[in-house]
Antibody, heavy 121, light 108 residues
Framework: QVQLQESGPGLVKPSQTLSLTCTVS??????????WSWIRQPAGKGLEWIGR???????NYNPSLKSRVTISVDTSKNQFSLKLSSVTAADTAVYYC?????????????WGRGTLVTVSS | DIQMTQSPSSLSASVGDRVTITCQAS??????LNWYQQKPGKAPKLLIY???NLETGVPSRFSGSGSGTDFTFTISSLQPEDIATYYC??????????FGPGTKVDIK
């Protein structure tokens, strides 16, 4: 059973870069079976898809965040990562990593528990 | 981007009640719509895909219908464990996929 776990700093200063990692356990990230996404949720608000990566390294990003986002994969560590640059308080949110199978590529049926990132000086 | 709206934003109902939530897309998305349940402090869980298909393992009291721009999510008999926020998600016009603002369901 594949499981996901986010990790990274819980506090980031404004204008700096937010960096998070999602560790995949119970399966190989390079199996080719999944797309790997990041989704965020500000407190008390809805869900926003940030972007996704396939094991080949191919990425799709939300156009509203594209200029600040980089998603990468490290198959040797069975991890994928999110970098969000030039953060502001508006980027404060719970960040989830999520997986969707290749055949159901926009159905998020795997989720991490989420990690709260606060942007504050 | 396709905008998704949901109504109501919140509701209170009694155990055993039939609960209906609507989701509307700003343009035709065919049946490219999913429904998720999010319990407090937890990640979302996929319940319904392609507007009307029940995800494996999800109780049959949950159902979905609709196509085009108007969709409905129904809990046929509300249970205490159904207390959650429910989100619709479109995946027709990509990127990005977008979620509705959510409907919070409480027990009366």
């Amino acid at each position: 059973q594949v499981q996901l776990q986010e990790s990274g700093p819980g506090l980031v200063k404004p204008s700096q870069t937010l960096s998070l990692t999602c560790t995949v356990s119970g399966g190989s990230i390079s199996s080719g079976s999944y797309y790997w996404s990041w989704i965020r949720q500000p407190a008390g608000k809805g869900l926003e898809w940030i972007g996704r990566i396939y094991t080949s390294g191919s990425t799709n990003y939300n156009p509203s965040l594209k200029s600040r986002v980089t998603i990468s994969v490290d198959t040797s560590k069975n991890q994928f990562s999110l970098k969000l640059s030039s953060v502001t308080a508006a980027d404060t949110a719970v960040y989830y990593c999520a997986g969707s199978t290749v055949v159901r590529s926009w159905y998020f049926d795997l989720w991490g528990r989420g990690t709260l990132v606060t942007v504050s000086s | 981007d396709i905008q998704m709206t949901q109504s109501p934003s919140s509701l209170s109902a009694s155990v055993g009640d039939r609960v209906t939530i609507t989701c509307q897309a700003s343009q035709d998305i065919s049946n490219y719509l999913n429904w998720y349940q999010q319990k407090p402090g937890k990640a979302p869980k996929l319940l319904i895909y392609d507007a009307s298909n029940l995800e494996t393992g999800v109780p049959s009291r949950f159902s979905g219908s609709g196509s085009g721009t108007d969709f409905t999510f129904t809990i046929s008999s509300l249970q205490p464990e159904d207390i959650a926020t429910y989100y619709c998600q479109q995946y027709d016009n990509l990127p990005p996929i977008t979620f509705g603002p959510g409907t919070k369901v409480d027990i009366k």
